[in-house]
């Protein structure tokens, strides 16, 4: 499986981000995909995922916030991202799990100016 992100990118406090990801190569096997971030200096954590059944997860820090989607075609999900606060800033990971396996997609830097 491989990822593509995009989006990203510096916006003030209070704005919106929209990220993307679309995967590609052996898509039947995945069974979630979603982002994760990490901040300077802290590990990776979970913000958003969402199973081949349809079923979502958030963060507690997110949610209300952050909205996890994809397209029909269950290839690539979208993270709108709003009311951003500086403590989302970081670099955010996509994530596709096949069980057993993890895939990562390159991090995409989000920063939320104060």
């Known amino acids: 499986v491989q990822l593509q992100a995009s989006g990203g990118g510096l916006v003030q406090a209070g704005g919106s981000l929209r990220l993307s990801c679309a995967a590609s190569?052996?898509?039947?096997?995945?069974?979630?995909m979603g982002w994760y971030r990490q901040a300077l200096g802290k590990e990776r954590e979970l913000v958003a995922t969402i199973t081949k059944g349809g079923s979502t997860t958030y963060a507690e820090s997110v949610k209300g916030r952050f909205s996890l989607s994809r397209d029909t075609a269950k290839t690539t999900v979208y993270l709108q991202m709003n009311s951003l606060k500086p403590e989302d800033t970081a670099v955010y990971y996509c994530?596709?799990?096949?069980?057993?396996?993890?895939?990562w997609g390159q991090g995409t830097l989000v920063t939320v100016s104060s």
């Open positions: 994530n596709a799990y096949t069980r057993p396996n993890n895939y």
């Open positions: 190569g052996s898509i039947f096997s995945i069974n979630a």
